[in-house]
């Protein structure tokens, strides 16, 4: 670099300048010295002398350079030449959205709640006092049915491909602590959550739990373990399990919901003794697929079966019994008949049932479970509820309000939240996939709420949005043809891979297992007839099972 001026501090700016603008990368250079010597006052004054460098060492002091410019700039030309890239985004963001208001929570009589003084005591302060067990045994006795509000994990990983940021759910923290002191638990950890703070949000998710932990002091934290996969989606050696489950405790989860994909009881076996070491409560998990009034369509998946199941589970010495609807597939009349049936050979157990609203017969479901004899329902805030995401708190609150299955929570406090996750979601907007309403479909293709909402995006991207009807008929055909598989995360991604690899290479269900033996099938697909994810029940298709592997 040469520079000129027709004195000498117009030729030092100039080089300082032209320096400045530099961008070098891939080698050392000695441009940040450069820059300090032109800084250096005795080298603007043009009183150096031999040693000057040599005595003054401050010109050593390497300076970091962000390169903010250039990196902004080639981030707005790509952004102009090539749209938004963000992994998940469907559409652009909107604009002219300002931050969500604080809502102002009112108590029975009208008064305004400070939200800033510690909140009300709850179930959290019986579980810290008298333990897991006796705490499981509260639950049952319980007059009314409890809630587990899902807002804060399994709602926006069903409806805003789980992008919801710590800073959203840290603001509306004290207020929920306040509004929903009744409630049972809040689901906040755990599944997508973890993988997706780190990969896509650059998060903590440890980070997570601690704030909101320190927020939210009174009501139990719920997180989803997925036995011996914890929260990936792979089989991990025993003593991380194990770990996991400790520092999960240590950091402020209070009750584990363990489930494996498959009701592989072996699988869950893990995950269900390392939440007892790690002093958890253990809500062992049935995932429930199939239709128990008609079993001539799925028969493996029996009343019988489910049972059986249970029994095995609670021989286990669990504290509460957990019901996975994954797809919302559970219909009034099946809900009154597996948890009456439950209800009746185990009288003590806590039931706690999960769903989705798919089909949109969420509420119709839930109010037949708490019918039937369950303690605890999983719903979500009325704007974050619906379609996959789970059933809408505020409707099951008022169905019930003055029953005996009275819930104990506010209406006017969940609408005080609710206003804050209107605003909240259309912040996210541009990661929601356009599910605008129900789906009876759901009840032929089986496809679980959350995989539901990143199959038909996955779909898109691949150009296969047209035909998503396609696809969705081919999940159908590609979970008969692996046996009729319980369907949730790992499994159905199983089922995803596989339906989209038919759709992609137009190949009808007889073709694949005509051909199982010549086609490249997904790792996914390769790995679950291997038996990485386990036993599915009634076992493998063993001839397909045979040509894939």
């Not at 179930?123 to 809630?147: C, E, N, T, Y």
């Not at 049972?307 to 797809?327: F, P, Q, R, T, Y």
């Not at 009876?440 to 296969?464: C, D, I, K, R, W």
Request: charged share 20%; with cysteine.
């Amino acid at each position: 670099l040469t520079c000129s001026g027709a004195t000498f501090e117009k030729a030092r700016r100039r080089t300082l300048a032209s320096l400045v603008e530099f961008r070098i990368s891939g080698v050392k250079t000695n441009m940040w010295f450069l820059q300090r010597l032109l800084s250096d006052q005795t080298f603007i004054s043009g009183d150096c002398w031999t040693t000057y460098i040599d005595d003054t060492p401050q010109l050593f002091t390497a300076t970091k350079f962000r390169n903010r410019a250039a990196k902004l700039l080639t981030y707005l030309g790509d952004l102009a030449v090539n749209g938004c890239r963000i992994q998940g985004q469907v559409t652009a963001p909107l604009h002219g959205l300002q931050e969500p208001a604080i809502p102002v929570l009112a108590d029975a009589q009208g008064n305004k709640v400070d939200v800033t003084t510690a909140p009300p005591p709850g179930w959290r302060d019986i579980l810290m006092r008298d333990g897991p067990a006796a705490f499981a045994q509260a639950v049952r006795r319980h007059k009314g049915v409890l809630i587990m509000d899902t807002t804060w994990r399994d709602a926006h990983q069903s409806l805003l491909a789980t992008r919801l940021r710590t800073h959203d759910m840290e603001r509306i923290a004290p207020t929920t602590a306040h509004a929903l002191s009744n409630a049972f638990a809040l689901e906040m950890w755990g599944g997508a959550t973890f993988d997706v703070a780190m990969r896509f949000l650059h998060e903590d998710p440890w980070d997570r739990l601690d704030r909101l932990r320190r927020l939210v002091p009174n009501i139990p934290f719920q997180m989803l373990l997925r036995g011996a996969n914890a929260v990936g989606y792979t089989s991990y050696p025993d003593n991380v399990v194990y770990e996991f489950c400790k520092q999960a405790r240590d950091h402020g989860v209070d009750v584990f919901r363990v489930f494996d994909s498959l009701n592989y009881v072996e699988n869950l076996k893990l995950g269900i003794d390392a939440v007892r070491k790690a002093n958890g409560v253990i809500e062992a998990t049935v995932c429930y697929t199939g239709d128990v009034t008609d079993p001539s369509r799925h028969p493996k998946y029996t009343l019988e079966y489910y049972l059986d199941l249970v029994d095995e589970l609670v021989a286990l010495d669990i504290h509460i019994l957990g019901i996975k609807d994954m797809a919302g597939l559970l219909k009034p009349r099946a809900a009154r008949l597996l948890v009456g049936a439950i209800r009746e050979r185990h009288p003590n157990l806590p039931i706690h049932i999960h769903t989705h609203d798919t089909a949109g017969a969420g509420v119709a479901a839930m109010i037949a479970c708490a019918e039937a004899g369950a303690d605890i329902i999983d719903l979500a805030i009325d704007s974050m509820s619906g379609v996959t995401s789970q059933p809408c708190m505020g409707a099951f609150v008022a169905a019930v309000e003055g029953s005996d299955y009275d819930t104990g929570i506010s209406a006017n406090a969940i609408q005080s939240l609710n206003g804050y996750w209107e605003q909240t979601r259309l912040l996210y907007a541009s990661f929601d996939p356009g599910v605008k309403a129900s789906d009876t479909s759901v009840y032929l293709h089986e496809m679980p709420g959350g995989q539901y909402t990143n199959l038909l995006f996955q779909a898109q991207s691949l150009g296969l949005g047209t035909r998503w009807n396609d696809v969705k008929s081919a999940y159908a055909e590609a979970n008969r043809i692996c046996g009729d598989l319980v369907k949730v995360t790992p499994s159905s991604k199983v089922v995803g891979d596989f339906a989209q690899f038919m759709v992609s290479n137009h190949l009808t269900a007889d073709e694949v297992v005509e051909r199982a033996a010549t086609l490249s099938f997904p790792k996914s697909v390769v790995e679950f007839f291997q038996g990485y994810l386990g036993q599915p029940v009634g076992g493998f298709p063993e001839k397909l099972r045979a040509d894939i592997i």
